[in-house]
């Protein structure tokens, strides 16, 4: 079992910027590929960018790339996405998620455990 917990979030006006945190632990949660999901009000939960077991590989949503990083330290089994350039629309519930496999998925089903949300509020 993984334990996943995140931390970081916030309020924030339009163009600044966040760093979420996510800690895994438990059953060596430095194994796992990390993703990042969001979900808005009325809207379904949505890939934000995720991360391979290495670290060496990175995947981003069109709509966040070139303004957020995805990063790992696996010394700490903590996970990073730094968000810049923050829009109203970035608005939601972050929530961070392991997968039992090393290689990353856009699909948040492939993902096995889940921490339980943070939210990010953007003003305009």
């Known amino acids: 079992q993984v334990q996943v917990v995140e931390s970081g979030g916030g309020l924030v006006q339009a163009e600044g910027s966040l760093r979420l945190s996510c800690a895994a632990s438990?059953?060596?949660?430095?194994?796992?590929?990390m993703g990042w999901f969001r979900q808005a009000p009325g809207k379904e939960r949505e890939f934000v960018a995720a991360i391979t077991r290495s670290g060496g590989t990175t995947d981003y949503a069109d709509s966040v790339k070139g303004r957020f990083t995805i990063s790992r330290d696996n010394a700490k089994n903590t996970v990073y996405l730094q968000m810049n350039s923050l829009k109203p629309e970035d608005t939601a519930v972050y929530y961070c998620a392991a997968r039992r496999l090393p290689i990353l998925s856009m699909t948040w089903g492939h993902y096995d455990y889940w921490g339980q949300g943070n939210q990010v509020t953007v003003s305009s």
């Open positions: 438990g059953r060596t949660g430095s194994s796992y590929a």
